[in-house]
């Protein structure tokens, strides 16, 4: 068992106006001292309020770079996260210092961002350097905006009543309804981040809400078993990197209407939050209060027990921001007497759950035996009944319904289980016999046997007995005459319609013992379940070549464009040579020249309006081949799903995808004559980042992924 306090990291915010004098940052011995200035002093008033402070906190860092941040604040929690210690890295302070900066960092920079993705980075990393474990990796972004629950990786984030946070029986908290998406790679979890500041932003604009007002969840779920011990155990943890709303107090803002309403929210949730960390820290504690808001429900499990706490106090050291500073290091010492008491969370996997509960009721039943042996029941066994059993069972209830024998004798509860069994399987036997019965056509000869028998007289035909007892059977449908046994070889005429279900089947049955080569496979796979989706693909496909035609007359009209400016520069420029070679006359415009400004006016314009035609074109090329490749990989999974329905077995590794792109004549690796400019020009960013930064192509590939949702967004609005 790991003992750790929560750990309280205070970051100042770079300044120009530092509180030189009044704010002392000693981030060598890890303290802070302010000196206040007398607030009362000029009024002659006493002034009992307290002038100077000191805090000591687990880390001061003062200018520091986000790459510094994360290593003091994110590896830690991190290598205990993969371990299967849950983790928090919590962001406070008042509006402005540093909070989202810290967390997310400039999503535009590269090198300036945060915590967020640098902690999916590393726990990629980390889990790439552990091949002895199988991973998996989901993400939740949740917003809580005056106390209403927002699915920031919803694409309408607009809030629902349906989300609730609630608590599994092992004091897991989670929000029931919200999306919790797998992630592989770091690309994909980087991408769910933009998405959700996308979505942050977009509802932030249609609620008419700032950011700053809320407080913003993203949690990386992580499950790890091991590949080499089969001791069953599944290792669960997870990560919350909270980004709280402003601490600022309401009094200071002197807010009213919706401002005042989201403060006093915030100051509720924010003093909830204190008021839960306090009674953590009273060892005497009896009530903790979390169920006082939406944020410390969701954070029960992630700041007292079980979790490591991480908490970063940005602090906004200049003069004006004195009190507000006060404050964030005052919350941020109360932080520092929370102790936690951290565990790994193992479950159990079923399997090995399955062999620990046989192991039970192979021990309950010896148990059960000897009771009964002390109580005389010499005979009592708990195993399934035999053939020979369940063939003497049938006939004492075949007795019992002729009313050859008065009652059923029973035994105990497995006698009457098994009774209901046979009843209930002497039952459905009686009714498909039925039905069968109903369905056979009467061969001449059958006919002829029950007229002969005299069993077909009248309305009489009609009457099968049901619920005649048939010896052999147990319930029959009645007298079994010849015409109710099927023998297809009697049938003198049969519909086709009846003969075809059998080809069919003959046909299944032949293609589910023989797989076929995957082409074939595929070739009737695309005549049939896949065909819609071949449609689709081939018109997106159809629809990214139009969109690529269409760049590239853009391109040329741009080329074009620009010929035409530099063409008429230079005509200019010579009209412009030509001129001040004749004396006397160099300040005077003729016409012709003020014809050749107008054309290069007028060409510039032109320039500009198909240059932003072709960038937007260009997003929408990138938008269209997502989706394209979207199709593809759900026509691939659509595929390898018919082929295990149809063959009864998945389909090789090796025999998966190649040949799919292929016949679909696309690939995604094209030859460079094939590539259009904006293609290139992307080819070639990706091989200088490649190249000069391989690290940051995730960051940068997510970007672009998340930026082609939200132009779809856009261009979906836009209509
Ligand atoms: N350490 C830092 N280095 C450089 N710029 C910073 C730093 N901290 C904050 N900033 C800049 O200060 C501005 C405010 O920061 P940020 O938005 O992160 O504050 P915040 O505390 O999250 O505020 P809010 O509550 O409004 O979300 C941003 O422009 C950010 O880029």
């Given amino acids: 068992m790991v003992k750790s306090a929560v750990k309280v990291i205070v970051r100042t915010r770079p300044t120009a106006n ?3 004098g009044y704010l002392d940052v000693k981030d060598g011995i890890r303290a802070i001292n302010i000196n206040l200035p007398k607030k009362n002093e000029t009024q002659n008033v006493v002034n009992n309020q307290r002038e100077s402070y000191s805090f ?3 880390n001061v860092l003062h200018n520091s770079s986000q790459e510094t941040v994360f290593e003091e604040c994110g590896r830690e929690v991190i290598s205990s996260f993969i371990d299967g210690y849950n983790g928090t890295i919590m962001a406070y302070g008042q ?7 810290t967390m997310t960092g400039t999503t ?6 945060g915590i967020i993705p640098r902690c999916i980075e590393h726990i990629f990393q980390e889990i790439s350097n552990k091949p002895e474990k199988a991973f998996n990796v989901s993400v939740t972004y949740l917003e809580i905006y005056n106390e209403n629950l927002f699915d920031l990786l919803n694409n309408d984030p607009t809030g629902s009543d349906d989300y609730q946070i609630m608590e599994d029986a092992k004091g897991v908290t989670f929000v029931r309804g919200i999306q919790k998406v797998a992630t592989t790679s770091e690309e994909e979890a980087l991408s769910l981040m933009f998405e959700g500041e996308a979505n942050r932003a977009i509802c932030e604009h249609q609620m008419n809400k700032a950011s700053t007002r809320s407080h913003c969840v993203f949690t990386i779920h992580l499950e790890s078993r091991s590949r080499v011990e089969s001791n069953g155990q599944i290792v669960y943890s997870k990560l919350n990197l909270v980004d709280l709303a402003g601490s600022e107090r309401v009094g200071k803002t002197h807010s009213s209407g919706q401002v005042l309403k989201e403060a006093t929210y915030i100051n509720k949730s924010l ?3 204190e008021q839960v960390v306090i009674a953590l820290s009273t060892p005497s504690r009896e009530h903790v209060p979390y169920r006082q808001s939406k944020l410390t429900m969701f954070l029960k499990d992630s700041l007292g027990g079980n979790c490591k706490t991480l908490l970063v106090a940005n602090i906004w050291g200049e003069a004006t921001q004195l009190d507000e500073t006060v404050s964030t290091l005052k919350f941020a010492s109360r932080m520092m007497r929370v102790s936690n008491e951290a565990t790994i969370n193992i479950h159990m996997n079923p399997e090995a759950l399955i062999k620990k509960y046989e ?4 021990e309950l039943k010896q148990e059960l035996a000897m009771h009964d042996q002390l109580k005389g029941v010499n ?6 009944y035999t053939e020979e059993q369940q063939l003497e069972l049938r006939k004492e209830i075949k007795r019992y319904v002729r009313n050859e024998t008065e009652e059923l004798e029973i035994k105990n509860i497995r006698h009457i289980k098994e009774i209901f069994q046979q009843f209930k399987k002497m039952m459905q036997t009686a009714e498909l016999e039925a039905r069968d019965r109903g369905s056979q056509p009467v061969t001449q000869r059958e006919s002829k046997s029950k007229l002969d028998n005299g069993a077909l007289k009248g309305s ?8 005649d007892v048939d010896d052999n059977n147990g319930f029959g449908v009645g007298a079994a005459v010849p015409s109710a046994n099927y023998r297809k070889e009697s049938v003198v005429s049969q519909t086709r319609a009846q003969e075809e279900p059998e080809v069919n089947m003959m046909k299944i049955e032949e293609a589910e013992k023989a797989p076929i080569d995957r082409n074939e496979a595929y070739e009737l796979f695309k005549s049939s379940s896949g065909s819609e989706s071949i449609v689709k693909m081939k018109e997106e496909t159809q629809l990214l070549k139009d969109k690529k035609n269409a760049f590239k007359v853009l391109t040329l009209q741009v080329n074009e464009a620009k010929k035409k400016i530099d063409s008429t520069k230079e005509e200019i420029e010579a009209k412009q040579q030509e001129v001040s070679g004749q004396k006397g006359d160099n300040d005077i415009v003729d016409e012709e020249e003020m014809l050749l400004y107008q054309r290069l006016k007028e060409a510039k314009k032109e320039y500009r309006d198909s240059f932003e035609e072709r960038k937007m074109a260009k997003a929408e090329i990138d938008f269209v081949s997502r989706a394209v490749e979207n199709s593809r990989v759900k026509l691939l999974s659509s595929f390898e799903d018919w082929y295990r329905e149809t063959y009864g077995q998945p389909l090789e590794l090796e025999q998966s995808s190649p040949d799919i792109n292929t016949k679909e004549s696309f690939s995604r690796d094209k030859d460079e004559d094939q590539l259009d400019d904006g293609e290139r020009f992307e080819k070639l960013e990706l091989e200088r980042i490649r190249r000069d930064d391989p690290e940051s192509l995730a960051f940068y590939r997510a970007k672009k992924v998340v930026g082609n949702k939200t132009l779809k967004k856009t261009l979906s609005q836009k209509r």
């Fill in 18 to 20: 530092f509180a030189q």
């Fill in 56 to 58: 000591k906190f687990d």
């Fill in 95 to 101: 509006t402005g210092a540093g909070k989202t900066f």
């Fill in 108 to 113: 535009a920079n590269y090198k300036q961002r």
């Fill in 271 to 273: 003093s909830f939050l």
């Fill in 359 to 362: 192991k039970q009721i192979v």
């Fill in 379 to 384: 005979q009592a066994t708990y195993d399934p």
């Fill in 460 to 467: 009489e035909a009609n009457v099968s007995g049901v619920g």
